[in-house]
């Protein structure tokens, strides 16, 4: 099972782009990529999810290398309301592995 | 248009008195996980069903068991809630199990007296 490392907590302006990189360097052949996006007082969100290369949705990107050891997760223009606790999680996209949550980013943003 | 749901969103029990946290779904999926989140910590699961099959984790404590006797609805029974289960409960469900992008529901903040 892959563990994944990702800095404590980030700070950025409104306005800016930020990128959170997360570890995985023990990521398996099948092993999938996900990013969740959890508000206090709220369950994690889903935001995207990738196996390689580079995955787009209408929130965020989603950068994986070509040794898959490392992703980053690409927020355009973050505003206030992007701020929030990030996690990246490892798994299989099958029916056989356990998803085991990391520490999380704390991403701040201010005005 | 809530789609996991939590009820109730804050519960209050006693030390030792049993309490039962319960979820439903509208999505009509297969997998049903409950995770315990403490404070500034990341989720941590405690069980989850694929459909009836239920699958614990290692170290979740005996004191800790779940229900699911339908599709939409699971269930958590905390037999003898100690001071340190104090925590946010949160349900989520998947199409299948493995890394498939789970919903989650808002979460039952259990406190203990």
């Known amino acids: 099972l892959a563990k994944t490392t990702q800095p404590i907590s980030m700070d950025s302006y409104e306005g800016q782009e930020v990128n959170i990189t997360c570890s995985h360097n023990?990521?398996?052949?099948?092993?999938?990529i996900t990013w969740y996006q959890q508000f206090p007082s709220q369950g994690p969100r889903f935001i995207i999810q990738?196996?390689?290369t580079k995955v787009t949705n209408e929130v965020a990107s989603l950068f994986i290398p070509a040794d898959r050891k490392s992703s980053t997760l690409s927020l355009p223009r973050v505003s206030l309301s992007d701020t929030a606790v990030y996690y990246c999680?490892?798994?299989?996209?099958?029916?056989?592995?356990?998803?085991?949550f990391g520490s999380g980013t704390r991403l701040s943003i201010r005005p | 248009d809530a789609m996991v749901i939590q009820n109730p969103r804050y519960q209050v029990t006693q030390f030792g008195k049993p309490v039962t946290l319960s979820c439903s779904q509208t999505?009509?999926?297969?997998?049903m996980y409950w995770y315990q989140q403490k404070s500034s910590q990341a989720p941590k699961l405690l069980f989850h069903?694929?459909?009836?099959?239920?699958?614990n984790e290692a170290d979740t404590p005996d004191n800790f068991q779940s229900r699911r006797p339908n599709t939409s609805f699971c269930f958590l029974d905390i037999r003898s809630p100690g001071l340190g289960d104090a925590a946010m409960y949160l349900c989520?469900?998947?199409?299948?199990?493995?890394?498939?992008?789970?919903?989650f529901g808002d979460g039952t903040r259990l406190s203990i007296l």
């Open positions: 999505l009509n999926h297969n997998v």
């Open positions: 023990n990521i398996a052949t099948n092993d999938y």
């Open positions: 989520a469900t998947s199409r299948e199990s493995g890394n498939q992008p789970q919903h």
């Open positions: 069903y694929y459909d009836k099959d239920f699958n």
């Open positions: 999680l490892v798994g299989e996209d099958s029916s056989a592995s356990k998803i085991i």
């Open positions: 990738g196996y390689k």
